[in-house]
């Protein structure tokens, strides 16, 4: 069922979800519509997506040096992408460019690469972020994290004090707009006021916002202005390998990109290099045309549903499954538990079951209902140590056996999340299971691999190859 009315701009979402309706074959051999629970590590596409790209790939071709009508009309739809991109975060594109590149981690690095860190200044970032905007500052700057709450909210009085603390030496804040653990969503206005106040630039990973909220950069000139934005397409219904760093062009066009080669200069000489205007000079080499296609047939989608009534129909989904869940016996839910309070949070919950460890949970869900999540630490190490309530002892013990490649008794969570297609079955589909491995009521005999940390159930010969298949596996191929 859907938690918004049937009328709602995102009621036709779910239909036009590329294989919705796709079963899957179960452990006890039966078969289930599968149920994607996972999206906030990647998203199916959107069919508005796949038919883009039927119209497109016909008259695909070389971008920007082609002169044949295919590679105009390519030239075109994917300089055409950079604007939509550009108006999907509300960028002003007269004084900001829009950078393609791989994902959200490739963006975050290039601008690591290219935004100025004096010896003296620092990165502020948070506990909460994701690996992804946390390693890439480490090795530029000095970093300074600003802690989470025991609940795992920003500490916001811990911001203020880190941003005077280190008076005019913060160069950039560099915060997630919603945590990839916890859903929460970060008050990325209050903060950017707050960076410009002290005289810092501020980047918004929107890699799980952007698919659950309108990002809004903001003219430049409002002291609530986004500096750097930078989101990933695999997120936002569009998986063809595309990410974009949003920022000013004054910044790029101070210095060389850190790539060179084909394609980001105007002229080269023997002793000489002029570099092309923007964005070419940072996006090195051939680029991922299809993928850019893709990501802004998406976003042309999300634009014309709405940003805020997808917000208001994940909002209902998440209270709803915060009251289904909080029934479950033995759960523990991390972050926000209050349905009321779903609004502060985009469609990520974390949660642990008494007795069941989380790799095990994650597993049974999968194998025995036909449930995509995801287990374990979620690239947030520090966060999800916090968020657990570990301490320092427990912790280390658990970052030892893991350096001796031991996962066993890694500590984690397990992470549903929604797309704007999920509905109120799926999560009556998660929960009935739940309730059912709290009773102990599950089949699989389940044999952990250490060096990974997956259950596997024994006896089961997954049959992958009967729904898809590349080239015959080693198997096939022997008795061939
Ligand atoms: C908040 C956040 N930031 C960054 C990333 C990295 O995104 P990508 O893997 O697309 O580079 C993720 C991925 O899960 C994320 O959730």
Same mark, same amino acid.
């Given at each position: 069922?859907?938690?918004?009315p049937a ?13 919705i309706?796709?079963?899957v ?15 906030? *590590? ?13 119209? /497109? ?10 002169? %044949? /009508?295919?590679?105009?009309?390519s030239t ?6 950079h604007?939509?991109? %550009?108006?999907?975060?509300?960028a ?7 950078i393609?590149?791989k994902? $959200? ?9 290219r935004f100025?860190?004096g ?19 480490r090795s530029?700057?000095k ?9 795992g909210?920003? =500490?916001?009085? =811990? ?6 603390q ?13 945590s ?9 206005h ?15 990973? *929107? ?20 500096d750097?934005?930078? #989101?990933?397409?695999?997120? +936002? ?5 595309? %990410?974009? #760093?949003?920022?000013?062009?004054? &910044?790029f #066009? ?11 200069? =105007?002229?080269?000489?023997?002793? =000489?290099?002029?570099?092309?205007g923007?964005?070419?000079r940072? @996006? ?6 299809v ?6 047939a ?5 634009m014309?549903?709405? +940003?805020?009534?997808?917000?208001a129909? @994940?909002?209902?989904?998440i209270a709803?499954?915060l009251?289904?869940?909080r ?5 523990r839910?991390?972050g ?18 008494a ?10 869900? %999968?194998?025995e ?9 979620f ?15 427990? *912790?280390g $013990?658990?970052?030892?056996q ?7 008794? +890694? ?21 009935? +299971? &739940?309730h059912?491995?709290? !009773? ?6 389940? !044999? &952990? ?8 159930p024994?006896?089961?010969r ?9 080239a ?9």
């Amino acid at each position: 069922m859907n938690p918004t009315p049937a009328s709602a701009p995102t009621a036709t979402l779910r239909s036009r979800i590329v294989g919705i309706d796709k079963k899957v074959p179960l452990l006890n051999g039966e078969l289930a519509t599968y149920v994607n629970l996972d999206n906030a *590590a990647s998203t199916p596409a959107l069919q508005d997506v796949t038919d883009a790209l039927d119209r /497109f790939m016909p008259y695909y071709a070389s971008v920007h040096r082609g002169t %044949g /009508f295919k590679s105009r009309l390519s030239t075109l739809a994917y300089d055409q992408a950079h604007e939509i991109i %550009g108006r999907f975060v509300g960028a002003d594109l007269s004084r900001n460019t829009v950078i393609f590149g791989k994902n $959200t981690t490739e963006a975050i690095n290039k601008l690591s690469y290219r935004f100025p860190v004096g010896p003296d200044q620092v990165v502020l970032t948070t506990q909460i972020e994701h690996h992804s905007n946390d390693l890439p500052w480490r090795s530029r700057a000095k970093v300074v994290h600003v802690r989470a709450t025991p609940a795992g909210r920003l =500490d916001e009085e =811990d911001f203020d004090r880190k941003l005077a603390q280190y008076a005019g030496r913060v160069a950039l804040v560099t915060v997630t707009g919603a945590s990839n653990v916890s859903g929460f969503l970060q008050p990325i206005h209050r903060l950017a006021r707050k960076a410009h106040a002290a005289g810092a630039k501020i980047l918004v990973d *929107a890699a799980q916002f952007a698919p659950h909220r309108q990002v809004e950069m903001k003219p430049d000139d409002d002291p609530e202005h986004l500096d750097f934005v930078v #989101l990933s397409a695999h997120k +936002m219904y569009a998986p063809y390998g595309t %990410g974009a #760093l949003i920022g000013p062009k004054e &910044l790029f #066009l101070a210095s060389g990109p850190e790539y060179c080669g084909g394609g980001t200069v =105007d002229v080269v000489t023997l002793e =000489d290099v002029h570099w092309a205007g923007l964005p070419d000079r940072e @996006e090195a080499g051939s680029p991922n045309v299809v993928g850019a296609v893709a990501m802004a047939a998406a976003a042309q989608a999300l634009m014309a549903v709405g +940003m805020a009534h997808i917000a208001a129909h @994940e909002e209902a989904l998440i209270a709803y499954s915060l009251e289904k869940l909080r029934a479950v016996p033995g759960i523990r839910i991390y972050g926000e538990t209050d349905p009321g309070r779903a609004h502060e949070k985009v469609g990520v919950i974390p949660f642990n079951l008494a007795g069941v460890s989380h790799f095990k949970l994650a597993a049974i869900l %999968g194998y025995e209902g036909g449930i995509g999540v995801r287990s374990g630490c979620f690239c947030a190490h520090p966060y999800v140590v916090h968020l657990l309530n570990l301490d320092e002892h427990e *912790a280390g $013990t658990w970052r030892d056996q893991l350096l001796g490649g031991d996962k066993s008794n +890694m500590p984690g969570m397990v992470r549903m999340s929604f797309g704007c297609y999920n509905n109120t079955d799926d999560v009556d589909r998660l929960v009935a +299971m &739940l309730h059912q491995i709290a !009773r102990g009521d599950y089949q699989g005999d389940y !044999r &952990l691999d250490r060096a990974t940390g997956e259950y596997i159930p024994t006896n089961y010969r997954d049959p992958l190859e009967q729904y898809f298949l590349l080239a015959p596996t080693t198997a096939q191929a022997g008795t061939a």
